[in-house]
């Protein structure tokens, strides 16, 4: 009944699990408990960009994407959106550098998932996004979904601005109900 | 010519857009110009609302825009870099090019008393 | 001695790193991933170690087909069950299941955490999974893992009771009481 390990067991068993338990407890080490801070949007893009509509978090679309949106504020989605070379060069640069980036995970980074090689304009158009809306998208089979109906976000993620989107975030009775 | 709702700004750039406008500023051709509908069927009151002491709203996303008025809205004029911006923004959706030097002089004084 | 030390570090490792990734994803994405190879590590020594390791730890002593499960729980339940010094028929199923259900969900994490390019199969032939199939069967397998371990504590907990011995005692010190009258397979 008494089971000694042999010598090769415990060399074997030491090894292995050793490394894979050093493996572990160095991840909480390097990585920590604490959440990543919470997002903090730019207040300087908040007025330039969020004016009109919801300041979207850069973390939401990719770099691309964004230069594009950059490229084409004078026709802004049939809108004019231009500004100062100035502040264009600032916003751009924020947006690059805080844009949604494969290989960096962030709360967004579900939109990467099959991310075509040319990224759209528009999040709603992000194969991650129309994932993650698969069972909205299904309810609203066959209503006119013009361009705009899930541009709100803020309408259903209450706490949109602070760039939460977890589902027990939702508002009650979810829809387009602010307006 | 200074008005009630004046702003050191306001009055400074009106001042400046003088040189280029080929007419004195009246507030009559600053309320003209503000409502007139262009042939896209826009006008600043799209957005603005029909009475600018009250907030409109965007004419795509619904956003809240606060008060024209700076009767209403202390802020209104206090800001160069807004009037510029906006300027360039709005008059080019509306009218598809941007406002002239007389255009801006009219709704600046329109505005200052509004 | 019945689980050898091994085994019982295994045993709360695995607990412990499964635990850790199911409760902490929001803002520690990296860390998630991170428990979540643990885990798959852990599994995959643990494969190891049913073949090479002390005898209650291999899967020869105790793996059993389904029926032999079932009917040892209808006799446990009845109270006319054998005893068994290594593990039982029941537990020997919770093992399997628990196991087979864990890899799959840090597998498909693993395949997940790719399409989005991070982790060691990022840029590789998963690279165009459909990424809802991958998120569904990640977060399906990971709640089935939770409810495997719920039930697997009530059956440890029922056992003891059972057999009057408190089984999680020798899940630490590694003994079990002396008398037992279970056949081995």
Redesign the interface.
Known sequence: MDEHLNKTQRVIGSGLLGTVLLFGVGGIVVYGLEAEPAYQPDALYVEECGACHYAYPPGLLPAASWAGIMRGLEDHFEDNAETDDETAAYVSKYLAENALQLGRPSKWSMLLRNMPTEPPLRITDLPGFVQAHESELELLEGVDLSVGFFSPCEDCHRQADQGLFDKELLSKGYGPTSR | MSLVYATVISDVMIEEYKSEAARPFTIEAGFETWTAVQPNGRSCNTCHGESLRIAGS?Q????RIEAMAPSVNPDRLTSR?KI??WF???C??TYGRECTAQEKGDILLWLSQL | MVWDLFLRIFHWSLAFFFLLAYFLVTDRLRLHAHAGYTVALLVLFRVLWGVIGSRQARFVDFVVWPWKSIRYLVLLLRGRANSYLGHNPAGAAMIVALLACVLLTSLSGVALFALEGSGPLANTFVANWPGDLLAGVHEFSANLSLALVVIHVIGVVYSSYIYQENLIKPMITGKKKETFDGEPP
Request: proline share 0%.
């Open positions: 965007h795509k996303t619904g956003k870099k510029n911006k360039l923004r709005n080019k959706w």
